[in-house]
């Protein structure tokens, strides 16, 4: 049995800026970018376009949107900008580490996570003290999919070594993680299954 494991929402709480966007500019201003003075309304629209279900890197995006308003600026410094802006307080949700470690002794282990974010999927498995817990870590904007997408689940699987369908999911959303019912694999609601039962539901199991 291969099992991933959505990080946000499912392992892991963490607190996000309540308007990214001006986080986000006060970050760029301080690595010398003028923000231009409509930066919101840049922020809320779409610079890049991309197939449905593939990932725009937060960094690109900001890029796009300052080079919308006529500024030019440098992607690394977009890119640094963006990694500083995102870096919640992390907090461990109760029953997930045990749960990982159920989990990996049934065979292997990963992350499946949403995050247009470079570094924060990394980093906050560190403080979370998950850190070298998982076979395998796959992101959006690492594999290039967003779940749904059939081609998420793939890249997980993939990197697990294992088939889609032999693939278990275990997430907070139905309509994100439970995707993976699509490619052929099994879903796991933690909002129906605690993460403090997984593991005794998985010594359950044939």
Do not use: Q
Request: glycine content about 10%.
């Amino acid at each position: 049995m291969a099992v991933t494991f959505d990080l946000f929402g499912t392992l892991v709480d963490v607190d996000y800026p309540t308007d990214p966007a001006e986080v986000v500019a006060r970050e760029l201003e301080s690595r010398g970018v003028d923000v231009p003075d409509d930066w919101h309304v840049a922020y809320g629209e779409m610079h890049v376009e991309a197939p449905a279900g593939a990932e725009v890197p937060l960094p690109a995006h900001v890029a796009r949107a300052l080079a919308s308003r006529g500024v030019d600026a440098p992607e690394n410094v977009a890119r640094h900008a963006v990694v500083a802006a995102f870096d919640p307080k992390v907090t461990l949700r109760e029953g997930a580490a045990e749960a990982v470690a159920a989990a990996g002794k049934r065979g292997p282990v990963g992350v499946l996570s949403n995050c247009a974010v470079p570094e924060l999927a990394p980093r906050t498995l560190i403080r979370a003290g998950l850190r070298g817990e998982f076979d395998a870590v796959t992101t959006s904007v690492a594999c290039g999919w967003r779940k749904p997408h059939a081609k998420a689940f793939e890249a997980a699987a993939e990197a697990l070594g294992v088939e889609p369908s032999a693939l278990t999911h275990v997430g907070d959303d139905p309509e994100t993680d439970g995707g993976i019912v699509e490619v052929g694999g099994r879903f796991v609601d933690v909002t129906e299954t605690p993460l403090t039962t997984f593991a005794g539901d998985l010594e359950a199991e044939p």
